[in-house]
């Protein structure tokens, strides 16, 4: 293709127009164009994009990951005040009369599957969240 | 064109609604382009530019404009394609020099060449097939006229290789195109 390869033409059309292609042979000439095809080709987008109302989207997704956050925040806090006030029930009945510890103990005791289960079925529905929340792309979080 | 400076100065300070939905709209297409080139199933790309951009909201206030906003967010993009194809392996992961030389085509049926009439598109579905890095690179030189410099900056790759990828895809791409208007004549 007389003076012009392929890495010539590349860095030539990057350089500047494609309109003064002089010296180049048929074969070369003909490189030329279909290189300058090709170089317009490739700044024509790919059909298809995102959707009308992406940015809405994210902007409800921000909103609703931020409250979840907080919510997460929330019911921690709230478990850890009904474990301190467990505590504190038992320490005050404790100080109070030495026959109302037992007392606290048996109903602790008569209750303890309930409050046990109540504290797993919690931290699970913590976990269940964070786990949906962190799942695969592409499962569902695209409809909004 | 908004001043960057200013658009993630409202985001950052907080209390301006419409701030970042209008940088997500100007951001939008280049974080398309980015992972398109990347993830193919549209649902599954339109989540990652979700994730992207809510990483970017997060990344705002660490943002020191040592780079263009563009290239800090096409960044991401990049790594967050990156990580779901790592993660989920939906097509191999190619991070060092594929041998180009040795790569080639599914061969096209008469009927896809009569179909695929138009140069673009032909050229569009042509890329769709290269390995992973020459898309990228393609798509981030010609389309969103990225320098060699950004797009080291964007993907990792030193700027020789960016540039070497760049050189060699369009030349398998020109055979092809060659290929293809030889038919059309």
């Given at each position: 293709m007389g003076q012009w390869d392929d890495?010539?033409?590349?860095?030539?059309?990057?350089?500047?127009?494609?309109?003064?292609?002089?010296?180049a042979d048929a074969?070369?000439?003909?490189?030329?164009?279909?290189?300058?095809?090709?170089?317009?080709?490739?700044?024509?987008?790919?059909?298809?994009?995102l959707p009308y109302g992406f940015?809405?989207?994210?902007?409800?997704?921000?909103?609703?990951?931020?409250?979840?956050?907080a919510d997460r925040w929330f019911y921690s806090l709230l478990s850890l005040g009904v474990v301190v006030g467990l505590l504190l029930c038992i320490g005050v009945a404790t100080g109070l009369s030495g026959e109302g510890a037992p007392a606290v103990l048996a109903t602790l005791n008569t209750y303890k599957w309930l409050i046990t289960f109540s504290v797993l079925g919690f931290a699970l529905f913590q976990w269940g969240e964070r786990t949906l929340q962190d799942k695969p792309v592409g499962v569902s979080s695209s409809v909004v | 064109m908004v001043d960057e400076r200013e658009l993630v100065n409202r985001i950052t300070r907080g209390g301006d609604e419409r701030a970042f939905p209008q940088l997500v709209q100007q951001y939008e297409r280049l974080v398309y382009h980015v992972v398109h080139r990347l993830v193919s199933q549209p649902a599954d790309a339109e989540d990652i530019c979700q994730e992207v951009f809510l990483k970017v909201h997060k990344g705002l206030r660490g943002f020191d404009f040592a780079?263009?906003?563009?290239?800090?967010?096409?960044?991401?993009?990049?790594?967050?394609a990156?990580?779901?194809l790592r993660k989920y392996r939906q097509q191999p992961v190619v991070d060092g020099l594929t041998d180009l030389d040795q790569f080639y085509f599914t061969q096209e049926t008469p009927e896809q060449i009569t179909a695929e009439r138009d140069?673009?598109?032909?050229?569009?579905?042509?890329?769709?097939?290269l390995p992973q890095p020459y898309r990228t690179i393609l798509s981030l030189y010609h389309l969103d006229e990225f320098s060699y410099a950004e797009i080291e900056q964007i993907t990792g790759l030193p700027?020789?290789?960016v540039k070497s990828y760049l050189f060699r895809a369009r030349k398998l791409l020109k055979e092809k195109l060659d290929d293809y208007l030889k038919q059309d004549r």
């Open positions: 890495d010539q033409i590349q860095r030539w059309l990057e350089a500047g127009p494609a309109d003064a292609a002089t010296g074969d070369g000439q003909r490189a030329i164009e279909t290189y300058a095809l090709l170089f317009q080709a490739l700044k024509q987008g790919p059909t298809g994009g940015s809405r989207r994210v902007v409800t997704r921000l909103r609703r990951e931020r409250q979840r956050r | 780079a263009k906003l563009s290239t800090w967010i096409a960044r991401i993009a990049y790594r967050t990156i990580d779901y140069v673009s598109a032909y050229v569009n579905q042509l890329m769709t097939q700027a020789g290789t």
